[in-house]
């Protein structure tokens, strides 16, 4: 995965009725006539397909990823229970093919939350009255926030700087640009050894595979 340090982007805010949108659902993020591939690219078509979409095909021009001041944002801002509803990973892979690799919101659907890392997106917890201060101010006259996962800090346009917590493993793979597999294989020594010792100690067990 491309290694996440420092963020500067534009954020898009996601709403719905005046609020950051709730209970963003894996369906509503990629619909289900997208999952027919394994691949990881080629989604950013089918990223919140029905949001974005007309009836005739045509595109919204008022969904907030079709405006031209957001076509490129690569923060996206929510509400509550974002992720919810089934376990797709083409969400997460639908959002960082649109560039998107940083979601603030103030909760997030616990198998969507530990896709996002496995993909190398950052997903931040904000209390719910700082993600509409911070959707208010995405919607104005300057987009590009700033995301420092070092510090663990979202700095808005205005210079306001808001502190999420993140657990230090996930931390420090992301920041490494490691996913799971990529932070077992940085422990190869020590697998290898414990293998060598274990072919020593119960060689019957060798013998058995």
């Known amino acids: 995965m491309t290694p996440f340090t420092r963020l500067d982007g534009t954020a898009a805010p996601l709403m719905d009725k005046g609020k950051p949108m709730s209970n963003v659902d894996t369906d509503m993020i ?6 027919k591939t394994t691949e990881r690219t080629g989604l950013a078509k089918g990223l919140f397909y029905e949001l974005k979409t007309r009836a005739d095909g045509s595109e919204d021009p008022n969904f907030v990823l079709n405006r031209p001041q957001y076509a490129k944002a690569s923060i996206l801002i929510a509400g509550e229970n974002f992720g919810c509803g089934s376990s797709r990973e083409h969400a997460p892979w639908a959002l960082a ?7 603030i919101a103030p909760s997030f659907a616990d198998i969507f939350h530990n896709n996002c890392y496995k993909n190398g997106i950052l997903p931040v917890r904000l209390p719910a009255e700082v993600c509409e201060k911070l959707a208010a101010e995405a919607g104005g006259p300057n987009h590009v926030f700033s995301v420092d996962l070092e510090s663990q800090t979202v700095t808005t346009p205005s210079g306001e700087v808001h502190h999420f917590d993140v657990d230090p493993g996930r931390k420090s793979n992301l920041i490494a640009g490691l996913d799971e597999i990529g932070a077992s294989l940085t422990a190869g020594s020590h697998i290898d050894r414990f293998e060598e010792q274990r072919r020593l100690t119960t060689p019957w067990l060798e013998r058995a595979r």
């Open 30 to 35: 990629i619909p289900k006539q997208f999952l």
């Open 97 to 103: 093919d649109q560039g998107i690799t940083c979601i």
